[in-house]
T-cell receptor, first 117, second 117 residues
Framework: AQSVAQPEDQVNVAEGNPLTVKCTYSVSGNPYLFWYVQYPNRGLQFLLKYITGDNLVKGSYGFEAEFNKSQTSFHLKKPSALVSDSALYFCAVRGFLSRAGSYQLTFGKGTKLSVIP | DTGVSQDPRHKITKRGQNVTFRCDPISEHNRLYWYRQTLGQGPEFLTYFQNEAQLEKSRLLSDRFSAERPKGSFSTLEIQRTEQGDSAMYLC???????????????FGQGTRLTVV
């Protein structure tokens, strides 16, 4: 079975400071990893993904994430936080070697990011 | 708007009533997913369609739940004899098939919020 852990329910960061939202995963085989963001009254928006290749992936709105296979982590980062980045962030995993026909994503519980002006 | 659309956005129903939700995916997407999200949790996978075929169902999808995608385009999710525990946000997502499509991630609608009273 695959699982995702987001160990922090909430992350507070001052505007302009770097931010990190943590994610660790457990999956059989090589993972597909995703980050989504959810704003109030809005649907989940895709930020970035890791499938294969370079461990550092860049996504929307200046976000990036680093895949670390040995630590089974996929932390989301941004060099300089904006107040508008305040939202709920979800990490998700799909196992590449999942049971045939299994395309489900497994999400973490989410981390609320608050960027303080 | 060419994104995933869901209707209705909100539904309040009395316990024991049946409800039906509709999802219109992005037109060229052959894969469609239903997820359920409760407060403070990440989305949980319910079911998955490739074209009109329902290929996977979660154990969360009890006998009271049924989903269809009759022509491989829009999908409906019906809940019969609703219970208070069914109160949640029901999310629909779509994606393209193939490695490239999977790599792009799934695109989510804004969801249907169900309240069972």
């Amino acid at each position: 079975a695959q699982s995702v852990a987001q160990p922090e329910d909430q992350v507070n960061v001052a505007e302009g400071n770097p931010l990190t939202v943590k994610c660790t995963y457990s999956v059989s085989g090589n993972p597909y990893l995703f980050w989504y963001v959810q704003y109030p009254n809005r649907g989940l928006q895709f930020l970035l993904k890791y499938i294969t290749g370079d461990n550092l992936v860049k996504g929307s709105y200046g976000f990036e994430a680093e895949f670390n296979k040995s630590q089974t982590s996929f932390h989301l980062k941004k060099p300089s936080a904006l107040v508008s980045d305040s939202a709920l962030y979800f990490c998700a995993v799909r196992g590449f070697l999942s049971r045939a026909g299994s395309y489900q994503l497994t999400f973490g519980k989410g981390t609320k990011l608050s960027v303080i002006p | 708007d060419t994104g995933v659309s869901q209707d209705p956005r909100h539904k309040i129903t009395k316990r024991g009533q049946n409800v039906t939700f509709r999802c219109d995916p992005i037109s060229e997407h052959n894969r469609l997913y239903w997820y359920r999200q409760t407060l403070g949790q990440g989305p949980e996978f319910l079911t998955y369609f490739q074209n009109e075929a329902q290929l996977e169902k979660s154990r969360l999808l009890s006998d009271r739940f049924s989903a269809e995608r009759p022509k491989g385009s829009f999908s409906t999710l019906e809940i019969q004899r609703t219970e208070q525990g069914d109160s949640a946000m029901y999310l629909c997502a779509s994606s393209l098939g193939g490695v490239g499509g999977e790599g792009a991630g799934a695109f989510f609608g804004q969801g249907t919020r169900l309240t069972v009273v």
